[in-house]
């Protein structure tokens, strides 16, 4: 508004009243919207033309399978408000996308929550030897980025945390107490180390487990109450009647909330177009699990949906070389998972948090 | 004209930056795919001297199993029932149904079994009828048997407590033996380990304990990782650390954030020692 004032104050524009714009009514509302309305239909109906050209375009190529697809995957619901319909739809044409792309036969599970079924997973802490297997199968199974030329081409869902061992010692009995106070305050004959999740994610010997290492892989808990959930701006992320917390990759804005939200560091934004080689691409996906994603969206741990909504064990839990990974239905008392939170000392990560997550660390 | 030379020189770089890049490459998969079909990829699974894996493919572009490029390591199941048998008779797991519990046999990879029991301790001779057993448990060492067993020379488990025959049959050496003298398989070594650690056997029947791997139902089809595919019986907790398991190498780290030549900054511990 203040700009049009300034303007109309010009005495340039005021000694030229010759101009066609000017309202031919004493009404200036009236008169502008005259004149805009001509201007509004005309660009309105250019915009209407362009725009059925461009659809006609896009539909006289639709034996052009990628425009075909581009166009609906811009056009399709979020994946909760789907019909059956659209969703074997939806199914069919990324089947026949990642086929033509990675050149064999990929399928696309849309397999719903099992009833009866809510997933648990243990984890025995005194076990873990640090080994980064279960990184690594998680990379294998789920179709991550694994480019190692730009900063962010390589995804990993699961960190693994090693914390150096925390022990008493005698020669520090005296240790911990302010100077030059003269009152015993308390002293700390304990080294602080392994207290805060303060650690190293790059460690790199030559052997593991090290002597004076403690290891805590730490991937997404499938919370109960999850923060990413509360904060995502277009709802595509939700926890599924199966508990494990999904994202509609289609969905995915990449506004990076959830990755902010989330007290576990467990998500993680394609920065870049992901780095999938074709031998390397596991071809049997799920739709809310390890299909291939594209640039700018988040993912994180699903507990390998396609594995585990068929009964199997995630990656992880399969090639834990110790057996410190334990995965189970937490409905069955029969199951691992139930019979540990029965058995051992469990914790959760930041318990007081109120996050209530499903993934329990233990040990023996 | 300037700007357009500049450009032209910075696309000069990087075409020749590519084609080295691609040449390298090409130059590095040359070697690989001539070498693939010449031997089969064989990778260990829990620890490297126990039980392994070949690489087949099961159909084309789905193979039975990956393995590690660094380590070797087993590190991607798509069959994980490939080369299991029934685990046999178990107390405890009568409950599950017929063929749900498998093992991969150990024999298989045992290669002294063959000979055991036929070419030196075939159960006859003199001592052996009727058996004469040695009373202290300290057995005299030969030199043959602990150069084939190299962790007998320094022999580990039961720290002096125990000796060869409290866990391999006296008179059938290609059997080990339970609690009343009956020969077990070396396929079935939970039956003797939880002689003494039976503490460690319920967890491991019901699973808390050792490593399963195929449907996560409890009464799903699984295989069993049996207690010697992960410990080496003769040297369990392997010295440098009480977690019964031997050291190994580890997969690469994670890739470093943007700007960070080394992850030394890990190091800094933030709380001040004392």
Redesign the interface.
């Known amino acids: 508004m203040a700009i049009n004032e300034k303007t109309s104050a010009d005495p340039v524009r005021q000694s030229a009243p010759a101009c066609p714009a000017q309202p031919a009514s004493a009404d200036p509302s009236q008169a502008v919207l005259k004149t805009t309305r001509r201007d509004f239909l005309k660009a309105g109906g250019m915009l209407s033309m362009s725009s059925l050209m461009g659809t006609a375009a896009l539909m006289a190529q639709s034996d052009d399978a990628h425009a075909a697809i581009e166009w609906a995957e811009h056009f399709q619901k979020n994946y909760r408000l789907m019909t059956a319909e659209e969703k074997a739809e939806a199914k069919a044409r990324l089947e026949r996308r990642y086929s033509g792309e990675y050149g064999?036969e990929v399928t696309v599970d849309t397999t719903e929550a099992q009833p009866g079924v809510l997933m648990g997973y243990a984890l025995n802490i005194?076990?873990c030897?640090?080994?980064?297997?279960c990184?690594?199968?998680c990379v294998?199974?789920n179709n991550q980025s694994r480019g190692?030329d730009r900063?962010?081409?390589?995804i990993?869902w699961i960190?693994v945390l090693r914390m150096?061992r925390g022990k008493f010692e005698q020669e520090?009995m005296n240790?911990?107490y302010p100077e030059g106070l003269g009152i015993q305050v308390g002293g700390?004959a304990y080294?602080?180390?392994g207290q805060?999740l303060?650690?190293?994610?790059?460690?790199?010997?030559?052997?593991?487990?090290?002597?004076d290492a403690t290891y805590m892989p730490i991937a997404c808990m499938q919370c109960e109450k999850p923060p990413c959930v509360k904060v995502c701006p277009v709802r595509t992320t939700y926890r599924e009647p199966d508990g494990v917390v999904v994202i509609d990759y289609n969905w995915c804005i990449g506004c990076r909330m959830c990755m902010g939200a989330c007290p576990y560091w467990a998500r993680r934004l394609n920065v870049t177009n992901p780095v999938l080689p074709k031998?390397e691409m596991n071809?049997v996906t799920h739709y809310l699990g390890n299909r291939p994603r594209m640039r700018g969206v988040v993912e994180k741990c699903h507990w390998c949906l396609q594995r585990?909504r068929h009964?199997?064990?995630p990656?992880c839990?399969?090639?834990?070389?110790?057996?410190a990974r334990?995965?189970?239905?937490l409905l069955?008392p029969?199951?691992?998972v139930s019979?540990?939170l029965a058995?051992?000392n469990v914790f959760r990560l930041k318990a007081e948090l109120n996050t209530f997550p499903k993934f329990f660390y233990f040990y023996d | 004209m300037k700007k357009i030379a500049t450009f032209a020189t910075v696309l000069a770089i990087c075409g020749g930056g590519l084609y080295t890049v691609i040449a390298a490459e090409n130059a590095a998969e040359q070697p690989a795919t001539a070498a693939a079909p010449a031997e089969p990829l064989v990778c260990f699974e829990s620890r490297k001297g126990a039980s392994e894996v070949t690489q087949r493919d099961l159909k084309p572009g789905w193979p039975n199993v990956k393995c590690s490029p660094t380590t070797g390591a087993a590190l991607w199941y798509g069959d994980p029932f490939d080369g299991t048998v029934p685990m046999g008779k178990m107390p405890g797991l009568e409950n599950l149904p017929e063929g749900h519990a498998l093992v991969k046999p150990r024999s298989e990879k045992l290669a002294l079994m063959p000979l055991c029991g036929t070419s030196c301790h075939n159960g006859v001779g003199p001592q052996f009828t009727p058996p004469t057993l040695p009373k202290d448990k300290k057995p005299t060492p030969i030199p043959t048997m602990a150069g084939m067993v190299p962790d007998l020379a320094n022999f580990q488990h039961g720290r002096d407590r125990i000796w060869c025959l409290d866990c391999h049959h006296a008179t059938k050496r290609n059997m080990l033996v339970d609690n009343f003298g009956d020969p077990v398989s070396f396929d079935q070594p939970q039956l003797l380990c939880g002689k003494c650690h039976g503490d460690k056997l319920r967890d491991w029947r019901d699973g808390i304990h050792g490593k399963r791997i195929g449907e996560f139902a409890s009464d799903g089809k699984k295989r069993w990782f049996t207690c010697t595919e992960c410990h080496n019986p003769h040297n369990v907790q392997d010295g440098l650390r009480n977690k019964g398991f031997i050291q190994l190498q580890p997969e690469p780290s994670p890739q470093l954030p943007k700007g960070m030549a080394d992850a030394s900054h890990e190091k800094l511990h933030p709380i001040p020692q004392h």
């Open positions: 064999k005194r076990k030897i640090g080994c980064r297997r990184v690594h199968a294998a199974e190692k900063p962010g081409e390589k990993e960190q150096e520090k240790h911990g700390n080294t602080p180390a805060v303060e650690g190293q994610y790059h460690y790199n010997p030559e052997k593991v487990p090290e002597e031998e071809p585990s009964g199997r064990y990656a839990v399969e090639v834990c070389p110790v057996g334990k995965f189970g239905n069955d029969e199951s691992e019979k540990i058995r051992k």
